[in-house]
């Protein structure tokens, strides 16, 4: 199944392999049919692969953090978080590949109570200060347990971030909510009174994978 955020560009990246395949159709050279050819098959296959949105069962358990996203545990670090949490706190960035499934899901049950944009810079995901400096979506999670910030940061080449939400919405851990297109990072904040459950290098599913359990 393609997710819905891909349908628009995927429909472009399909109306451009269909002309791929009139112009090899009409291309007397061999040799030049078959690299067009092929270069269509490459792309459709990449589209499909990129934009595909597999069912996922979240856990059972509503004291643990989930991953938003597909992908490799970057880093895990402590930091002060003064925009939603107010204090010390613990991050763990999950990286993306152009390989990994894009759509984006809930890490918690809660309601929206934070969520703002910002414009920024388009530094390479896996760069210390791209959570800092790059455009982000920051979504703030009011749950049971307390407060739970995650982002949605933009890459060096991903630079088209996906999200359905907004300020007081309800929300379900393991919900599709967004994505961000060809690859990036997600950061997931929460502070000490949640444990951590993954380290560096791991690899992640969104919506399943437990990034944080709270104990207290």
Same mark, same amino acid.
């Given at each position: 199944m393609i997710t819905k955020y891909g349908y628009?560009?995927?429909g472009i990246i399909f109306l451009a392999v269909i002309i791929l395949f009139i112009i090899s159709y009409f291309t007397a050279n061999d040799l030049i049919r078959i690299i067009l050819i092929c270069l269509g098959l490459f792309v459709s296959v990449f589209t499909l692969n990129f934009f595909r949105d597999p069912e996922r069962t979240a856990?059972?358990?509503e004291n643990i953090v989930v991953s938003p996203a597909d992908g490799k545990v970057l880093l895990i670090k402590d930091i002060k978080e003064e925009r939603f949490l107010g204090g010390e706190a613990?991050?763990?960035s999950v990286f993306m590949s152009p390989l990994n499934v894009h759509v984006n899901r809930i890490p918690i049950n809660g309601?929206?109570?934070?969520? *703002? !944009?910002?414009n920024g810079e388009y530094l390479v995901a896996f760069h210390d200060k791209a959570d800092e400096r790059n455009e982000r979506s920051e979504i703030g999670i009011l749950s049971k347990y307390g407060k739970v910030l995650f982002t949605q940061v933009a890459g060096f080449i991903a630079r088209r971030i996906v999200y359905e939400l907004s300020k007081g919405d309800?929300?379900?851990?393991g919900e599709r909510f967004g994505m961000i297109k060809f690859g990036s990072r997600v950061d997931v904040i929460v502070d000490h009174n949640w444990?951590?459950?993954v380290k560096e290098g791991d690899?992640?599913?969104a919506g399943e994978s437990i990034l944080? *359990? !709270?104990n207290k």
């Open positions: 628009s560009t995927a856990p059972i358990a613990k991050q763990v309601t929206v109570d934070y969520l *703002e !944009y910002h309800t929300v379900k851990m444990d951590l459950k690899i992640v599913k944080f *359990e !709270y």
